[in-house]
């Protein structure tokens, strides 16, 4: 108690010291970082601002939304794609566990497309509530950086609003790149293929990250027939090899058709569809193409050069472990920094902020131990280290264990789809380094793996660790044979 009221006094004093600005903090950019950022700020007292461009689901330099990315056009709109279009192998599946299902099975795209929109829309309404209910102003409009402590918002009808701030926070997210080939303006990115007006029959996936692999996996679930072009021998780069293998495996045993160490040259209109032309001289009508390439930060519009704000060569803003830019006064949170480019790491950097300027805790992000997701279908899901970066960050032996097996759903169903679980462990420590899963739920088996490696598990704490039976989690506490031993200095040494 004691300490809440020795900082209502210091936020008090401030305040009064520093009246001649319009706010505390403003926020440019409203998705998770910026909404998670300015709501823990004015819970610590602070006056705050922020704005966003007007919601539409698929975003532009003029519309964007409450909320963000990952709310709009990302994670929530993908994951509920990638729910529907998991039903229909289960569909399939249940006929083995006795359900009599018709050979004919409709899918309605359209309805399942409005569900979605009704869910983003109510989500964007509760992300403004979470605004409003902090104490928050919200103002509708672009927002740019006009000095070290003033902004200026172009509203909707075209009025300018200029504000003062002690604090500014460039929040502003990321959006999808599209390669510059001949033909580009034919093809789409992931904002336009969660809003497709019609379910296409015929599908080109462009690039090997999570975002192609994801769709892929959607649009062939739902009947599409998909060819996945990427440039490696193998999707998912920076991902475990092993771990690499057994996706484009599922994949490939999904139906999906893969084009390693592939490059699309040019798009054609024509009246049967976009012809598609590879670096190989391969052609193929489709549909739809989709680039999944990449994304670059959202800082062009903001005036950052002309007030000095450091830029890496991608446009990423450049910020110091507190999320601080070379401008005392400006701050920079999420995909905008392209640090870790992940919606709970944006939230985190946003917390970390409000602490530090506000809160009267310094406190820095810690990227250790993070857990992600890739949702196909079955999803891959990781924490910590590959083996390949266990090995070369190790100073001695490493030691990796895996499990592969038949899930025993797919023991009735007939499913031949292969479960992979793997531990990377420290020879000399017998500390876990890494978790990796594909299969069925592995996003909810490995949130909870990643709170044992960011306490510090031991391999021998896992296996003291009684599992639940009959699951697949609890292949994770019974691994108890070495697949293989790296020394040091080694090697990988398996079959891919």
């Given at each position: 108690?004691?300490?809440?009221?020795?900082?209502?006094?210091?936020?008090?004093?401030?305040?009064?010291?520093?009246?001649?600005?319009?706010?505390?903090?403003?926020?440019?950019?409203?998705?998770?970082?910026?909404?998670?950022?300015?709501?823990?700020?004015?819970?610590?007292?602070?006056k705050v601002g922020i704005c966003e461009l007007p919601f539409h689901p698929i975003s532009s330099e003029v519309v964007g939304g409450v909320g963000g990315t990952c709310v709009i056009r990302g994670c929530v709109p993908k994951k509920i794609l990638v729910y529907g279009a998991a039903f229909g192998g289960e569909i399939e599946d249940a006929r083995n566990y006795g359900w009599e299902v018709n050979e004919k099975l409709d899918f309605n795209w359209k309805k399942l497309l409005h569900k979605k929109t009704d869910e983003i829309i109510r989500l964007n309404g509760i992300y403004k509530r979470l605004l409003s209910n902090a104490g928050v102003k919200l103002f509708e409009g672009e927002g740019k950086i006009v000095g070290p402590n003033e902004v200026e918002v172009t509203q909707l009808d075209g009025t300018k609003l200029s504000y003062s701030a002690k604090h500014i926070l460039i929040a502003t997210g990321s959006r999808a790149h599209r390669p510059p080939i001949p033909g580009q303006e034919l093809g789409i990115t992931s904002d336009e293929a969660l809003s497709l007006e019609d379910l296409p029959k015929r599908v080109v996936v462009l690039g090997g990250g999570y975002i192609a692999v994801e769709f892929a996996s959607i649009w062939r679930g739902m009947g599409a027939t998909v060819d996945l072009f990427f440039r490696k021998e193998l999707p998912l780069r920076g991902f475990d090899d092993e771990m690499r293998a057994v996706v484009a495996r599922n994949l490939e045993g999904r139906g999906i058709n893969l084009h390693p160490q592939t490059n699309l040259?040019?798009?054609?209109?024509?009246?049967?569809?976009?012809?598609?032309?590879?670096?190989?001289?391969?052609?193929?009508?489709?549909?739809?193409?989709?680039?999944?390439?990449?994304?670059?930060?959202?800082?062009?519009?903001?005036?950052?050069?002309?007030?000095?704000?450091?830029?890496?060569?991608?446009?990423?803003?450049?910020?110091?472990?507190?999320?601080?830019?070379?401008?005392?006064?400006?701050?920079?949170?999420?995909?905008?920094?392209?640090?870790?480019?992940?919606?709970p790491v944006a939230l985190m950097e946003g917390t970390c902020f409000a602490k530090t300027v506000f809160g009267?805790?310094?406190?820095?992000?810690?990227?250790?131990?993070?857990?992600?997701?890739?949702?196909?279908?079955?999803?891959?899901?990781?924490?910590?280290?590959?083996?390949?970066?266990?090995?070369?960050q190790a100073n001695g032996d490493v030691l990796v264990f895996t499990s592969t097996f038949n899930p025993m759903k797919n023991t009735i169903s007939g499913r031949q789809e292969k479960t992979v679980m793997?531990?990377?462990?420290?020879?000399?420590?017998?500390?876990?380094?890494?978790?990796?899963?594909?299969?069925?739920?592995?996003?909810?088996i490995m949130q909870g793996i990643a709170v044992a490696l960011k306490c510090g598990a031991t391999k021998a704490q896992f296996d003291s660790t009684v599992g639940i039976h009959p699951s697949a989690a609890e292949e994770f506490v019974t691994m108890r044979?070495?697949?293989?031993?790296?020394?040091?200095?080694?090697?990988?040494?398996?079959?891919?």
């Open positions: 108690m004691a300490r809440k009221m020795l900082l209502d006094g210091e936020l008090s004093q401030r305040n009064q010291e520093e009246a001649h600005y319009d706010f505390d903090l403003f926020v440019i950019g409203a998705g998770s970082g910026g909404v998670r950022a300015s709501r823990f700020s004015a819970n610590y007292g602070a040259t040019e798009l054609i209109k024509t009246d049967n569809g976009i012809k598609v032309i590879t670096d190989h001289g391969e052609e193929l009508l489709a549909d739809v193409v989709l680039f999944a390439t990449g994304r670059l930060p959202n800082s062009k519009r903001l005036n950052l050069e002309a007030v000095g704000v450091e830029l890496d060569n991608t446009g990423a803003v450049k910020v110091d472990e507190y999320s601080r830019t070379n401008i005392p006064s400006i701050w920079a949170v999420g995909d905008v920094t392209n640090r870790m480019n992940l919606t009267g805790e310094s406190s820095k992000p810690d990227y250790s131990y993070i857990p992600c997701a890739v949702f196909s279908i079955p999803p891959l899901s990781v924490v910590g280290v590959s083996e390949e970066q266990a090995i070369e793997k531990l990377v462990v420290d020879a000399e420590t017998d500390k876990v380094l890494g978790a990796s899963m594909c299969g069925p739920d592995a996003p909810e044979s070495i697949s293989r031993r790296i020394t040091a200095g080694g090697k990988p040494k398996r079959n891919l």
